[in-house]
């Protein structure tokens, strides 16, 4: 399998360095943005196969980076990983086209499952 470049946006900063250093160790490619307006930013000039995405950010927050990537890059798969979500979110984030959505805290391997599965099936869209 290619490498899955994949970029993580959480304004938990320890939470995100962590993570993706722990992905990083398993073969990935994981970028980091720490708020909304990085993210969208480092998108302008970057492409990604699957975004993971905290949805309660300060500014820009993870609905507005969702909509973004969906209008600029529509078949980048994003992941949703929320500490303080809700029902209403998560059937909010998959209308707007999120891939899945999981709480925090979620263990590794079932996260590194569910980015393969997104990286999988964004492969299979651009077959």
Same mark, same amino acid.
């Given at each position: 399998?290619?490498?899955?470049?994949?970029?993580?946006?959480?304004?938990?900063?320890?939470?995100?360095?962590?993570?993706?250093?722990?992905?990083?160790?398993?073969?990935?490619?994981?970028?980091?943005?720490? $708020?909304?307006?990085?993210?969208?930013?480092?998108?302008?000039? $970057?492409?990604?196969?699957?975004?993971?995405?905290?949805?309660?950010?300060?500014?820009?927050?993870?609905?507005?980076?969702?909509?973004?990537?969906?209008?600029?890059?529509?078949?980048?798969?994003?992941?949703?990983?929320?500490?303080?979500?809700?029902?209403?979110?998560?059937?909010?984030?998959?209308?707007?086209?999120?891939?899945?959505?999981?709480?925090?805290?979620?263990?590794?391997?079932?996260?590194?499952? $569910?980015?393969?599965?997104?990286?999988?099936?964004?492969?299979?869209? $651009?077959?």
């Amino acid at each position: 399998m290619n490498q899955i470049k994949t970029l993580l946006v959480d304004d938990e900063e320890d939470f995100v360095r962590t993570l993706s250093e722990r992905l990083e160790i398993r073969g990935f490619v994981a970028d980091i943005a720490f $708020n909304g307006e990085k993210a969208i930013k480092i998108l302008d000039d $970057n492409h990604y196969d699957v975004i993971v995405l905290d949805l309660r950010m300060p500014g820009i927050d993870g609905k507005t980076v969702l909509q973004h990537v969906k209008k600029v890059c529509p078949e980048t798969e994003v992941i949703i990983l929320s500490g303080h979500g809700s029902k209403k979110d998560e059937k909010e984030a998959r209308l707007m086209g999120a891939f899945e959505y999981l709480q925090k805290p979620v263990e590794l391997d079932r996260l590194i499952h $569910n980015i393969t599965n997104a990286y999988e099936h964004k492969t299979k869209k $651009n077959c």
